[in-house]
């Protein structure tokens, strides 16, 4: 069957490799891990695996898609990027292809997070998306609620939300505005913003076990409300999260 689009993972490191994982780190970064590695018992590039690992179980079952590197994606094809860490719905690309008409380049949709707010300014933003959906966000593109046509110089839009908005705004009679939300940014614990990177606030170990608590419980109820193709990733962050235990001493 030909892929309605092609899920293109932004760039990701090797995460079965420690070594490899700390020649990759961002600077600054190293202090955050050697914290992880004496608080938990599983280490932090283990953990991240797993995360990927439970990423791509979820991205092999959205219907009429392939994974594929961004160089290998024919001219013209519909790109969905992603994080390694990120869920789509296994409708997307059919609900995608199916929007489609001749001027429309590109699509996105309302933005849906997963997550345990890392700041007050965050967590009274969260707040207010659940109160009032539409609430607009700081940035149009998030990590993975656009798609765009492979076109000349895509590579910035693929790697960077930001540069996505970018465009989006600067294109906006190019864009096809979805009412449903298609995916779901597993903002996790193991992720820069949840450890507090370059925030200016330090990361301590009593906050990261209070971040601990805080991430088993929430994909402990997410379930309950989230929607229903993202359970079963739900569930095995669930279980990978009451893995995580904490080293005694």
Known sequence: MKALLYIVVRRTTDWTSE???????????????????????????????????????NLAGVEGAVTARLEDVPSG??????????????????VVSGSGEDRYRAYRWPSRFLEVPPNFDQWL?????????????????????YVIEKIPAVEPIVDSHIKATEWFVRNDGLVKVLDAPLSLQNRNIASQTALL??????????????????????????????????????RAMHELMQAVHVRRG
């Open 19 to 57: 070594a490899t994982v700390r020649a990759q780190l961002p600077d600054g970064f190293a202090p955050l891990v050697d914290l992880w590695n004496e608080t938990f018992d599983m280490p932090y590039h283990q953990f991240r695996q797993r995360l990927k690992e439970i990423a791509q179980a």
């Open 125 to 145: 933003g969260a707040w207010r998306r659940r109160l009032f959906p539409r609430t607009p966000l700081r940035w149009l593109c998030t990590t993975n609620n």
């Open 197 to 234: 990177f370059r925030s200016g606030v330090m990361m301590t170990r009593s906050r990261l076990l209070r971040r601990h608590g805080q991430y088993r419980r929430l994909y402990a109820k997410a379930a309950r409300k989230a929607p229903g193709w993202s359970r079963p990733s739900i």
């Open 77 to 94: 094809a519909l790109i969905a990027p992603v994080d390694d860490d990120d869920w789509f719905s296994p409708e997307m690309a059919k």
